[in-house]
């Protein structure tokens, strides 16, 4: 079994220790380096990390070219800021791999009162009730912490490029039947400060993103009720 764990990174050159620290052994590490400034190549380099450059600025440019530059049978992706430990992916590996699910999403679960500022908890019911009205989906975070098959990811076709490509990705996958499950996960305060929730001028942009990708499914792009396409939370590891 191998895996790879894309992590699209822009200025992170204070957090990349910690993650690329906590990657499982014998995972491959895929920092996507999204123009950074302050050095987070180099260090990701000398971490023993791959680095993937990605020239078009956007959350999803960098997600989706760590697909592309992936070569595992499981890719995983992670935020590359500290705020989620990319140890807890071997359990959502291995959920893929024993048939449990065909999509593992991380449920965010704040450990602290400033892990999750207020404006950007906002934005996210927001556009988890879009999410329902929409797709049917009953799903409780769209985080970006998640795990799947590789050649399943690249059948998705993807084409979002900006902050609606997590959403995309669990709409196509629905769309196409996939089981989804999610699993809580402590989320930890960030290392530095965010370039999409930091602000609420960030947060509402990601909402219009992700609306956008919700408007293009149409309003009744997936059934959450029974068989492959439903969608359970289950507890953290």
């Avoid at 893929?96 to 704040?110: E, K, N, S």
């Avoid at 990811?153 to 490029?161: N, Y």
Wanted: charged fraction near 25%.
């Amino acid at each position: 079994m191998t895996v790879d764990v894309v992590l699209p990174c822009l200025n992170e050159a204070e957090a990349l220790p910690w993650v690329l620290a906590r990657i499982p052994a014998g995972w491959r590490a895929l920092v996507v380096d999204n123009g950074s400034t302050d050095g987070s190549a180099e260090i990701a380099r000398a971490l023993g990390a791959t680095v993937v450059h990605e020239s078009r600025r956007g959350f999803g440019a960098a997600c989706h070219a760590g697909l592309m530059a992936a070569e595992a049978e499981f890719v995983c992706f992670c935020d590359c800021d500290a705020s989620l430990d990319p140890g807890l992916l071997a359990g959502f590996v291995r959920t893929v791999a024993d048939g449990g699910a065909d999509l593992v999403l991380g449920r965010r679960r704040p450990r602290t009162l400033g892990a999750w500022p207020v404006h950007a908890r906002a934005g996210n019911l927001a556009l988890a009730r879009m999410v329902r009205r929409r797709t049917g989906l009953n799903l409780r975070d769209l985080g970006p912490m998640r795990a799947a098959r590789r050649e399943a990811l690249v059948g998705l076709a993807l084409t979002d490029r900006r902050s609606g490509y997590p959403l995309q990705m669990v709409v196509r996958a629905g769309e196409a039947g996939w089981r989804v499950r999610e699993v809580d996960v402590p989320y930890l305060p960030r290392s530095g400060k965010s370039k999409v929730t930091g602000t609420w001028r960030g947060t509402w942009q990601a909402v219009r993103d992700m609306r956008a990708v919700l408007d293009a499914a149409g309003p009744a792009a997936v059934v959450s009720t029974g068989g492959a396409r439903t969608a359970t939370s289950g507890g953290g590891r």
